[in-house]
């Protein structure tokens, strides 16, 4: 698959940003979050709707597989996927449509359902007043991105923060959209922090030289990603990265 060949080359990069990658030991000038999955717990939702309309349409997908067949990756991709499944004599397949469908049908869910990952409110609160730069960089649209902030609750915190790869013009694992992230932080990419729970992002972060933390556990990643991320099982590790008192320019 062209994924799987775009992978190999952002392992291949992993080498030439290994000072910056495995300096965990350094506290973080800025942080840039995915959004689903990552601060709000949309990615699983997300996927079961989904899972749902795909067998629906007769896939043969499991539901404990999409995480790791499309977590983090454009719904664009997902519909390409899925027409690959169906066969000439099955009904027309229009991927725009179904895409529309789909986005259609998860903001239904969340609107019903949708929380934040637990302890992202009081992340970014500490990271504010701390005075720590902060962005989320998705692969989502703009529209999803202001819905799930909105639902949750922590849309204002974000501000004019929020970046999106349709925008951008570039998905992860590109790392172009971490990179314009960084420069809007006014902040070099060796001192900036990724946080992610997809291994599109995870390959992402560390194509570009961040330090990277990681939700998705170590099991199911290529070892070659996990030698190099540091693994959190909560939002809440991550205060221990952050200093004790608010950052100063002399400080960066």
């Known amino acids: 698959m062209g994924y799987q060949v775009r992978r190999k080359s952002k392992l291949q990069q992993l080498k030439t940003h290994e ?3 495995l300096s965990l030991h350094k506290k973080p000038a800025a942080f840039i979050f995915d959004l689903d999955g990552t601060l709000v717990d949309s990615e699983w939702m997300g996927l ?3 899972h ?7 896939a043969p997908w499991q539901l ?9 990756k454009p719904m664009a991709h997902c519909a390409a996927e899925l027409a690959k499944l169906l066969t000439p004599h099955q009904r027309p397949f229009d991927e725009v449509l179904f ?5 259609a049908n998860m903001a239904a869910r969340f609107r019903k359902n949708l929380k934040e990952i637990p302890g992202a409110k009081v992340l970014l609160q500490a990271l504010e007043e701390l005075q720590i730069p902060f962005a989320i960089g998705t692969n989502g649209p703009r529209e999803k991105a202001e819905l799930t902030l909105g639902i949750t609750g922590l849309r204002d915190l974000m501000g004019e923060r929020l970046f999106c790869a349709p925008e951008v013009g570039s998905f992860k694992p590109d790392p172009a959209l971490f990179m314009h992230v960084a420069a809007a932080l006014d902040c070099d990419p060796e001192h900036c922090a990724v946080v992610e729970d997809s291994l599109p992002g995870l390959l992402a972060g560390l194509a570009a030289g961040m330090q990277v933390f990681s939700l998705h556990g170590r099991q199911g990643l290529p070892a070659e990603v996990a030698q190099h991320v540091h693994f959190i099982d909560s939002l809440s590790q991550l ?3 952050l200093p004790s008192t608010p950052l100063t320019n002399a400080s960066l």
């Open 239 to 241: 205060h221990a990265w």
């Open 52 to 58: 749902e309309m795909a067998c629906a349409l007769g």
């Open 99 to 103: 895409v529309k469908q789909l986005r």
């Open 48 to 50: 079961e709707v989904l």
């Open 19 to 21: 000072s910056t990658a």
């Open 64 to 72: 404990g597989d999409m995480h790791a067949q499309f977590g983090g």
